[in-house]
């Protein structure tokens, strides 16, 4: 980035040093009936007040909506605030956030809201707002841009633009007066526009060479990968491991689920102890901290510091299809019901709170909420916090004694990091101790402390519901959607509930209903009020590919799995890079996109490619189909150089190292799924952790005759004397087919 960082030198010298270290890192990354603040409530409201919105007021993001009333002349982001900018020599100002940022609230209230830093927007500037999980390849762009100007990313994201959509200056989070040694708003926007007034040479010039930066990145070099990247990998983050708090590093602490599913992987590959104490560790202090929503279930976004005690109040769909994964792996391998409680905690949260009346699964819940005692006043994390008088007021002495004592309540608030004061003499519950402890100290028995527990969260659920909520972002993602979906499979498989299988069926059959183009065979991104719109990304298409194997493998209903391979072959003609291999992030069909990018890092959620390269080689071990097999090895060893130098940078693409390297087993059950012996067979297939597998049934009918089209090696499976069969194989070479489930059970173990 040596290009990048000299045209910031240039502009440095014209903007001030001051202004480019004024951004700081703020972010990383319902059911029909109940009582729910709604985007399209507040527009209602704002025009019956006679208010007069913006451009935006015709988008359906809630983002975006959000900002439809702001004096700013916000664009959407398209060809005609792009006109504008070119017609009248204008530069743009390009703000990205999402409906859930805190910060993006704080930046509107203080900035956007505001007459006259609004005056100064329009009169000097083309103002574009974006919402980053609409559109993650404009995010993506200039998020690069950004952090090649030597500054932190996150959101919201300020980024001044050429009329020609060149980046020159950015930043995120800019106060509305100079404060803290950082440049205000104001002074930020006059300061460019003296710039681009007296200096606009060099702004191109900057701004060029910032593409040219960007366009000469060097990408991820292809490289053989061998299974010593597997033991450096783990090493990598064996180095930073916290051994008293779980997870990695210091504060903040993000859950990281890719980071869970690699060290499972791992151990179940060599029995290295540490690898799942690393990972029980991490799920165990989480889901005791404050980050886990001890009353309503689901887990927040992240935790602002290392003890996983105040969080980052937003939940995520995204998150919590993915820790639901590992819980449920975690109870697999060490058969505690621990782990199988908060994973059913968190699905019925996403059933109850997150679920579209037709099947759908919203995309995130707020930090931020109206104060119960003050609603015309916000705070973060509002709707979750207690006070220690209001919880004796609920529960009454003794119940309140144990509930505090077990929570960690204290008289004026327990949050040990509050740069904000958002919780001064409030609660954020966290288990402060063990149900035995807490016995101990109030002279009581362990099961009258775990009834008090039990019927004290009852109460405190039902006169929470009573406060106003956090704002619901009720669009439906089409990538987020995969991952739930395949959260609901799994479930199923491991715990059994029906509820389970239906909610990921229904999940699917939305997104077939709404997010999908039959003539085309293509994906939408996203679906709200009516519309689907933008289109979908290689994370769509791959995201979604997984969670449908997954529901084929729960329901064995094979249109799941024929979808999977349609997805696929979509995805390969769209995105597949035929020069160097592996996939693009966007199809390249969209000119505003200057860059087409690969995404290197699995953080919050996987990147497309380490999904794209599991999927394709879990349909190769299902179908036998060499092409598919090499395809995915290419796309993993296309990122064989971050593999080998740096692999806990993609520890996704790891997990697909290592289903590569060691041959998943086909298990293939012969007979119908209702039958109570299959039943039976396939309690032994789930009951245990084997992450390098793949399940097919051959019933027979219709389902085996779909699969056989894509296998052929099926149509010789059969049942053996009537009975339910198993066949245990490998590469299709398979050991002797039994009906017995101890046998089987045998043949797992080995």
Sequence with gaps: MNRLTGSLTILSLVLGGAFLSSS?????????????????????????????????????????????????????????????????????????????????HVMERESFENDSIAAIMNRFFVCIKVDREERPDVDKVYMTALQGMGQNGGWPMSMFLTPDLKPFFGGTYFPPDTRYGRAGFPDVLTRIHDVWEKEREKIFESANGIITALREMPAATGGKIEGAVLDTCYRQFERTFDPVFGGFGGGPKFPRPAVLDFLLRYHNRTEEPKALTMVTKTLQKMALGGMYDHVGGGFHRYSVDGEWRVPHFEKMLYDQAQLVQAYIDAFQVTKDPFYSAIAREVLDYVLRDMTHPDGGFYSAEDADSPKPESPA?????????????????????????????????????????????????????????????????????????????????????????????????????????GLMIGAFARAYQVLGDERYLRASRRGAEFVFNHLYDAPTKTLRRRYRDGESRYEAHLDDYAFLVHGLLDLYEASFEATWFVRAMELTQKQISLFKDDRNGGFFDTSGKDST?????????????????????????????????????????????????????????????????????????????????????M????????????????????????????????????????????????????????????????????LLQK
């Design 24 to 104: 700081c890192r703020r972010e990383s990354n319902q059911s029909a009936g109940r009582t729910r603040p709604s985007i399209s409530v507040f527009v209602k409201t704002q025009m019956d007040q006679g208010k007069k919105p913006n451009r935006l007021i015709n988008e359906k993001s809630p983002y975006l909506l959000q900002h439809a009333f702001n004096p700013v002349e916000w664009y959407p982001w398209g060809e005609e605030a792009f006109a504008r900018a070119r017609a009248e020599q204008l530069p743009i100002f390009l703000s990205i956030g999402y409906a859930t940022c805190h910060w993006c």
């Design 679 to 746: 039943q039976r067979l396939l309690y032994e297939v789930h009951a245990r952790y084997i992450p390098n597998k793949v399940v097919l049934l051959a019933d027979g009918g219709e389902e085996q005759r779909q699969l056989a089209k894509y296998n052929s090696f099926l149509q010789s499976i059969v049942m053996v004397d009537g009975k339910v069969t198993a066949y245990i194989c490998e590469d299709f070479v398979c050991e002797l087919p039994t009906s017995d489930p101890a046998v089987v059970s045998q």
């Design 377 to 481: 006043e916000e705070g973060e994390g509002a709707f979750y916090v207690w006070t220690k008088k209001e919880l004796f007021d609920v529960l009454g002495e003794d119940a309140a004694r144990t509930w505090c004592l077990y929570y960690g309540v204290e008289e004026g608030g327990n949050a040990p990091h509050d740069p904000q004061m958002e919780f001064t003499g409030r609660n954020i519950l966290y288990v402060a101790r063990s149900v035995k402890e807490t016995a101990v100290a109030l002279g009581k028995t362990e099961g009258d402390v775990q009834a008090r527990l039990i019927s004290s969260k009852k109460k405190l659920f039902a006169v929470r519901e009573a406060r106003p909520r956090p704002r619901l972002d009720d669009k439906v993602i089409c990538s987020w959607n």
């Design 593 to 677: 996109i200057l860059i087409r990018m690969k995404e290197q890092y699995d953080g919050a959620e996987p990147t497309g490619n380490s999904l794209a390269a599991m999927n394709l080689l879990r349909l190769a071990r299902m179908t036998g189909d060499d092409a598919l097999l090499e395809l995915g090895q290419q796309t993993i060893f296309q990122f064989g150089d971050v593999l080998m130098k740096q692999p806990v940078v993609m520890p996704a693409m790891a997990a697909a190292c290592a289903f590569f390297l060691d041959p998943p087993r086909q298990i293939i059950l012969a007979g119908m799924k209702q039958d109570p012996a």
